[in-house]
């Protein structure tokens, strides 16, 4: 989709669509808000059937003059950029279900919001929100198709074009990361993912390995073997790096889990819960589209990004409750329960990291655990860390961009829960509580002392219905959330 902007010097063709903000106050005070070109509006409809309420949208055709579209922005204390993302959406929504494919979007002056903010929010929301996946539909119907080829900003801001550039990346890179999310696990399996990664390495600054079955062997990554024994497919353990700022010698390294399907293995999913399991390398997904983007944004910082990938499958040759395996740094873990794989390939990629590549920060992103989903529904990931400015950041990020987050609390007392009769740890806990702390309690064991925290995506890589600029099944989270917390770290 392409966006532009120009000054508010409104030049408009009876066949243009024009989309227009109004806030939620007196029942009249949305007319004020009409330039003066758009007077034939007040003079041939009632506007009083309009409340300006967040996201409430109106679509007002003239046959002699451009085509109206009004959208709500809700109550002006409540207004944020991510009510402006949300506001805007609703804009595409409208135009996906008119047939419009381009629109002139009037970006609204607010008092308390520097203009270029509220252009940043617009056009993210109108890009996100623009969005179907249905190469698999033999026939085309507009449901669920994206429909905007271009969007012309009218705005305030100074100097539009660079903000607008980097939207176009940035949302442009999470559309593609929803691509990739909705993917059938049978297209999208760990080889084709680590090709993916590999034509990362055109961008300057990039380069990548993958790892395959053997060197993962050799490298004496237990975990990671021992999810992918049921799996015909091999594993695939992929180290993207991102080279932005030859002057510091800083990295920030970002893991996500990529088991490309998880069916529960010997503690098979049943019907309701294995549906979706194709997703579960969102997180893989995210990490791979952020550093791309920061890679394409020509970002100053440097950036590794490792994708350990697999299937989670039943076979004759599956991993098995009460089996032990070593992990990459030596410890022994028993094998409690052959559905919390996620942790198992994390745990290999975190002590690979922080043993190979000796980071300043390490943070995983995985869809880890139901319980998450059960805690925060699919409004907010969870997150947990030791380490307090890593905290104030992932907060900042999450604020800033929409993709938001939340502390769970990493005590010592829960570390009692994950011992093992056998082994030195085992993978889920003794008490079926507070599952999503134990994930983490879990992978802290193969962090030593880097400055580490775990974002877990179970409930908001994924959608069962669409919300706001957000559509049902793959959301893309975590690539502009792991995108602006790079972009503010500084080691
Ligand atoms: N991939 C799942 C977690 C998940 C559940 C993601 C729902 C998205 C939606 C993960 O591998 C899993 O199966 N976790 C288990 C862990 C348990 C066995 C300790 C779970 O949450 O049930
Ligand atoms: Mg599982
Ligand atoms: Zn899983």
Redesign the pocket.
């Known amino acids: 989709m392409n966006l532009a902007a120009r000054k508010k010097e409104f030049k408009f063709k009876n066949t243009d669509t024009v989309a227009l903000f109004v806030g939620e106050k007196g029942a009249t005070d949305y007319r004020k808000a009409l330039p003066p070109e758009f007077s034939y509006v007040n003079a041939r409809i009632d506007l009083d059937f309009f409340k300006g309420k967040q996201s409430e949208t109106a679509f007002l055709p003239f046959a002699d003059n451009p085509a109206l579209m009004l959208c709500g922005l809700g109550k002006e204390e409540e207004i944020d950029g991510e009510s402006l993302r949300r506001s805007a959406a609703a804009v595409a929504g409208l135009c996906r279900d008119k047939s419009i494919d381009k629109i002139n979007v009037i970006a609204p002056d607010i008092e308390s919001i520097d203009p270029a903010h509220i252009l940043s929010s617009l056009a993210e929301g109108i890009y996100l929100a623009n969005y179907g996946f249905d190469k698999y539909k033999t026939k085309k119907s507009d449901e669920g198709k994206p429909r905007l080829a271009s969007a012309l900003f009218y705005t305030a801001a100074a100097n539009p074009a660079p903000l607008l550039a980097k939207i176009k990346i940035v949302c442009g890179n999470t559309l593609l990361c929803r691509d990739l999310v909705n993917e059938t696990s049978e297209k999208s399996d760990s080889r084709a993912i680590a090709l993916a990664a590999k034509a990362l390495a055109r961008l300057p600054g990039v380069t990548c390995t993958v790892y395959g079955k053997k060197e993962i062997e050799k490298m004496k990554m237990g975990l990671l073997l021992a999810v992918n024994k049921g799996s015909k497919r091999p594993p695939q353990f992929v180290v993207l790096r991102y080279r932005g700022d030859r002057k510091s010698n800083k990295y920030f390294t970002m893991i996500g889990k990529g ?1 490309t399907f ?1 069916s ?1 293995g010997m ?1 098979l ?1 049943p019907t309701g ?1 294995i549906e ?2 194709r ?2 390398m969102a997180g893989a997904a995210a990490v791979l589209f952020a550093l791309k983007s920061a890679a394409e944004l020509r970002l100053k910082k440097n950036l590794y990004a490792l994708l350990p990938l697999t299937e ?1 499958m039943l076979s004759n040759d599956s991993y098995r409750p009460g089996d032990v395996f070593t992990a990459y740094n030596g410890t022994t873990v028993e094998i409690g ?1 052959t ?4 942790r198992l390939v994390l745990a290999d990629a975190l002590a690979f990291a922080e043993k190979k590549l000796k980071p300043d920060c390490i943070v995983d992103i995985a ?7 059960a805690t925060f529904g699919e409004h907010t990931a969870g997150y947990m860390t030791p380490d307090e400015d890593l905290a104030g950041l992932l907060e900042a990020a999450g604020a800033a961009t929409g993709d938001r987050v939340w502390r769970l609390p990493l005590l010592k007392d829960y570390e009692d829960n994950l011992k093992s009769d056998i082994a030195d740890i085992t ?3 003794a008490e079926k509580n507070a ?1 999503t702390i ?2 983490a309690v879990f992978l802290k064991n193969f962090i030593a002392s880097t400055a580490w925290a775990h974002i877990d995506i ?2 908001t ?2 959608y069962t219905k669409q919300r706001g600029y957000r559509p049902k099944n793959a959301t893309g989270y975590g690539v502009r959330l792991l995108l602006e917390l790079v972009s503010n770290w500084t080691g």
């Open positions: 088991i998880d529960g503690n999913k819960n979706d399991m997703t579960d989670n329960n559905d919390a794989e996620g869809t880890l655990t139901g319980a998450c989903v993978n889920i806990s599952g134990i994930g179970a409930g890589a994924r």
